[in-house]
């Protein structure tokens, strides 16, 4: 568990406004940390948390060396929580409302180390219905002293009235810069950190992932489908619909972010900005694509895929969805 603000590289202003409060004695009640998976929410949120719930903070973080401080390093600090999407069976992940109630029981007694609990959701969006109107109750009427951080990477799944209740806190994808830094400290060198750092999209987690031979691979089949839509029958795209859905729906997702990379450069091409491409190396690939699409087309097609990431987020048949979506892509380019 990260401890210290210090191991945090990016998001300075986040940081320090968080530093602040603390410095203050105005830490809310419920906080939203809303930004892309992989960019270090999770780090601050621990780092957050061991500063509130630390018995001597220094420079407004945790000492590392209290009873408290002690106790959260190795895992046992009765005061604090974290909840996570779980899976059953074949269904995708979520916060179920068994989850919340339990946590409910847990945090109802007072604190027993620490002056405050704290209470870290990951990827709060995951919660069912059920679980979502629970945790709704508790944020709205929280027992005693106790911090709620709630961490997502797509804030428009929650109920409004969740969000409301919580103070938002954006965190900005990390630049390439500090990506490669984070990379070297991983053990990955160059050109390696530099070519991860620049199709991650900003996520350490998605760079760090990329490194998997058939991530790469997932890549060049985004390529592919980008330079072959339009011209495919119908039965050649149900084949690559059923070859895809043997893929998992974190790698569909990813894949379908890779394409999505592709369109995003090519309409960066189009409008001659300069700004940095994702597929900088695959230049003359992305070259070779821009007499097929229109700009209309590449911004109608970036969502379409946005569309189906969230489907495939949700528990849908991922061949039916694959099916719909290749289907649609070559409708749009037939056209």
Same mark, same amino acid.
């Given at each position: 568990?990260?401890?210290?603000? /210090? ?19 105005? %830490? ?5 940390? *809303?930004?892309? $998976? ?95 109107? *629970? ?10 002293? #106790?911090?709620? #951080? ?8 929650? !109920? ?18 500090? +990506?490669?830094?984070? !990379? ?16 991650? $999209? ?21 390529? $592919? ?8 029958? %119908?039965?050649?795209? !149900? ?26 450069? !090519? ?14 190396? $695959? ?21 379409? %895929? ?15 969805? +694959? ?7 070559? /409708?749009?380019?037939?056209?």
């Amino acid at each position: 568990m990260n401890m210290q603000w /210090n191991n945090i590289v990016g998001h300075k202003q986040v940081v320090a406004q968080l530093c602040l409060m603390q410095q203050e004695d105005r %830490v809310p009640h419920a906080m939203l940390f *809303c930004g892309t $998976d992989g960019v270090g929410k999770s780090l601050v949120a621990e780092a957050m948390a061991a500063a509130i719930l630390c018995h001597a903070p220094v420079n407004n973080q945790a000492c590392g060396h209290c009873k408290a401080c002690q106790a959260l390093a190795a895992g046992t600090h009765p005061d604090f929580f974290q909840i996570q999407p779980e899976s059953e069976t074949k269904a995708a992940p979520a916060i179920r409302i068994e989850a919340v109630r339990k946590l409910q029981e847990e945090i109802a007694r007072i604190p027993l180390l620490s002056e405050r609990r704290v209470v870290i959701m990951q990827e709060a969006d995951k919660m069912n219905e059920a679980a979502a109107n *629970c945790l709704l109750k508790t944020i709205e009427e929280p027992s005693g002293q #106790i911090v709620f #951080i709630l961490l997502t990477s797509r804030p428009s799944a929650l !109920l409004d009235t969740i969000i409301s209740r919580c103070m938002r806190v954006e965190f900005g994808i990390l630049q390439p810069e500090e +990506l490669v830094a984070i !990379l070297h400290q991983q053990g990955i060198e160059e050109p390696l950190a530099g070519k991860l750092a620049s199709i991650a $999209d900003g996520s350490v987690s998605k760079a760090l992932a990329m490194q998997d031979e058939e991530l790469l691979n997932l890549q060049t089949q985004a390529f $592919d489908l980008a330079s072959a839509a339009g011209t495919l029958g %119908v039965e050649q795209l !149900l084949q690559l619909a059923k070859e895809m859905s043997n893929h998992s729906r974190e790698r569909l997702i990813q894949w379908l972010g890779f394409l999505a990379m592709i369109y995003r450069d !090519l309409l960066m091409l189009y409008s001659g900005s300069g700004l940095p491409l994702y597929n900088q190396s $695959d230049i003359d690939r992305l070259s070779s694509l821009l007499n097929k699409y229109h700009q209309q087309e590449l911004l109608q097609l970036l969502q379409l %895929v946005q569309d189906y990431q969230k489907r495939l987020g949700s528990n849908v048949n991922t061949q039916l969805c +694959l099916e719909g979506f290749l289907i649609r892509i070559n /409708n749009y380019l037939e056209e």
